[in-house]
C-alpha cells in the first residue's frame, strides 16, 4: 500500500513552459485535493475533486487546471507557469468527512 | 468556515507538557475540530480529531469546552522528534473542502 505518490519530486521550469504534476492513490478515496505550500506558510486549497467526474476550485485555482482521470488519479496542470508558483505542491486524498492523507510533495522553482 | 487563530508559534522542553490553543468562534453545529502535525520537507499528517469534550489517543489529546468556541491540543511529555508545525482545522460534516491555516511552529529544545 503505497498511499499518495506524487511524481516528480522537484521540477525547475522557466516563465512560459508548462508541466503537469501527477499525483495516485491506492487506497479507494474518493475524494482528492491540491494544495500550494509557500516557504513558512501554511497549505492553501488549489483543486479538489470529490468524486469521479467532478472537480471543484478551491481558495487559489488561478493559473492551474486539473483533471480527475480517473478514482486513483489527480492531475494538477500549470499552462504558462509564474515566478508566483514556485511553491511546494501537496496533493491529498480521503474516503469521506474523515482524515487526509496527504503525498511527499512536488517542490517547484519557476525561474 | 469558521476561521481559526493559533499561536503563530511556541517553545518548549523536552519531557513538558505541551498545550497548543486554537480559536474557531464562528464554529457551526455541524463543524467538527481536526488536527494536523507537518514535518519540514513533508505532507501534513492527521493527529486527532473530536466533536466536543474530551478526546485521546495514542499520540495526543484534545479538549472542547462546552461552547465549542476553541479547543486545545495537548502533548504530553514532547520529545525533540515533537518539533513541527501543528495545524488546527475546523471541518464542516460532510464537506468536501479543508483550509489550512498558517499553523502554530513547535520548537522542543533539549
Known amino acids: 500500500n503505497a498511499g499518495v505518490t506524487q511524481t516528480p519530486k522537484f521540477q525547475v521550469l522557466k516563465t512560459g513552459q508548462s508541466m503537469t504534476l501527477q499525483c495516485a492513490q491506492d487506497m479507494n478515496h474518493n475524494s482528492m485535493y491540491w494544495y500550494r505550500q509557500d516557504p513558512g506558510m501554511g497549505l492553501r486549497l488549489i483543486y479538489y475533486s470529490a468524486s469521479e467526474g467532478t472537480t471543484d476550485k478551491g481558495e487559489v485555482p488561478n493559473g492551474y487546471n486539473v483533471s480527475r482521470l480517473n478514482k486513483r488519479e489527480f492531475s494538477l496542470r500549470l499552462e504558462s507557469a509564474a515566478p508566483s508558483q514556485t511553491s511546494v505542491y501537496f496533493c491529498a486524498s480521503r474516503l469521506t468527512s474523515d482524515t487526509q492523507y496527504f503525498g511527499p510533495g512536488t517542490r517547484l522553482t519557476v525561474l | 468556515l469558521a476561521k481559526t487563530t493559533q499561536p503563530i508559534s511556541m517553545d518548549s522542553y523536552e519531557g513538558q507538557e505541551v498545550n497548543i490553543t486554537c480559536s474557531h468562534n464562528?464554529?457551526?453545529?455541524?463543524?467538527?475540530i481536526t488536527w494536523y502535525q507537518q514535518f519540514p520537507s513533508q505532507g501534513p499528517r492527521f493527529i486527532i480529531q473530536g466533536y466536543k469534550t474530551k478526546v485521546t489517543n495514542e499520540v495526543a489529546s484534545l479538549f472542547i469546552p462546552a461552547d465549542r468556541k476553541s479547543s486545545t491540543l495537548s502533548l504530553p511529555r514532547v520529545s525533540l522528534s515533537d518539533t513541527a508545525v501543528y495545524y488546527c482545522l475546523v471541518v464542516q460534516t460532510g464537506a468536501n473542502n479543508l483550509f489550512f491555516g498558517t499553523g502554530t511552529r513547535l520548537t522542543v529544545i533539549p
Open positions: 464562528n464554529i457551526a453545529t455541524n463543524d467538527y
